[in-house]
């Protein structure tokens, strides 16, 4: 046992420079994969899954979360509230739940109800954490409005935000536009299905949410 | 839209007029044009906070047959200079479109250019 008992050198720096608990929430628009990734996250530290994927948009429809995951980086490790968001949307069209994916009428209705509600709490919810995971789809163009919108209020907040470029298992996807339109923020290509380079996500995690920001307040 | 006017409203709002609204009385403004069917471009769009709130705004507002949500498409705001920086002076944010998601679509939107579509009948109506 050391001059500083059972704490270690690097817990007391952590201390001093950066984080060791933070609430990060999972945002994106619907069906990129922020399930699947916080699924992913919670298998791997934790044991546990957040809940259900569905290829139905707005599967998650109401904020669901896990206290104390703790992720670990080499010497250093930070402890994470983890929350996933619903997907946030500019419009929810019941039609399109009976059209393209075989809801009845009532089903339908009841989900794009429900969706609408899920994107007022998503946005409730960057009131109150510490940093985000934006979770883009690497397929897709990312000049979205609601990706855009996420990232402005992050800005305009001070809160760190870490890119998952996801679905990087698909032939289509290309993480590399995601980089080019968004340089001003880390961006990690993953694959939340396959787990494809989920270790750089970690690391990039610890370091990026530990450190200290000073939040705007609204 | 209404059907007995066989068109579509397009109008450009100005700098002056949403610099004399609230965040509040903006966001009242445009959805109540939007839901009345009107594509509004905005001179001067909103901040990333009124769009998050207009987003949370029309969630509430969503009827399921007759009002699907907004397309709401535009730039981030206006990058910085290092002495707006250093004065604090707020960003501004850049020219929007807004219409109602049953006819506006975005088709593609680069660094450069945001090309739409108006689609009568799309959607709930």
């Known amino acids: 046992m050391g001059l500083f008992g059972k704490v270690s050198l690097s817990s007391i720096l952590q201390r001093i420079f950066g984080k060791k608990h933070v609430k990060i929430g999972i945002y994106g628009p619907p069906n990129v994969g922020k399930t699947t990734l916080a699924n992913r996250i919670l298998r791997d530290w934790t044991g546990d899954i957040m809940g259900s994927v569905s290829e139905i948009p707005h599967e998650t429809r109401r904020a669901k979360w896990k206290k104390d995951v703790k992720i670990e980086n080499g010497n250093s490790s930070l402890t994470m509230d983890i929350v996933d968001t619903p997907g946030i949307s500019t419009k929810i069209d019941f039609k399109e739940f009976m059209n393209t994916w075989g809801l009845t009428r009532d089903e339908a209705k009841r989900r794009a109800k429900e969706a609408t509600e899920g994107v007022i709490e998503s946005i409730k919810w960057l009131e109150g954490i510490d940093g985000v995971l934006l979770v883009m789809d690497s397929t897709q163009d990312p000049f979205t409005q609601v990706n855009v919108t996420i990232l402005g209020n992050l800005e305009a907040r001070n809160l760190p935000v870490l890119i998952a470029a996801n679905k990087i298992d698909m032939e289509n996807s290309s993480p590399a536009t995601l980089k080019s339109a968004f340089p001003q923020h880390p961006v990690v290509p993953i694959s939340a299905l396959t787990g494809y380079n989920a270790e750089n996500l970690y690391t990039t995690m610890v370091k990026h949410f530990g450190k200290k920001h000073k939040k705007k307040r609204r | ?125």
């Open chain 2, 1 to 125: 839209m209404t059907k007995k006017d066989h068109g579509i409203s397009f109008n450009l709002v100005s700098k002056n007029k949403l610099e004399m609204l609230t965040s509040e009385e903006k966001l009242k403004f445009i959805l109540k044009e939007v839901k009345n069917g009107k594509i509004l471009v905005l001179e001067h769009g909103l901040t990333p906070i009124e769009q998050a709130n207009l987003i949370e705004q029309t969630m509430r507002e969503i009827e399921q047959d007759t009002f699907i949500g907004v397309e709401m498409e535009g730039y981030g705001e206006e990058k910085p200079s290092f002495f707006q920086k250093l004065l604090g002076i707020p960003r501004k944010p850049r020219m929007t479109l807004i219409g109602p998601a049953n006819l506006l679509k975005m088709v593609k939107k680069d660094n450069n250019m945001i090309q739409t579509k108006i689609i009568p009948g799309r959607g709930a109506r």
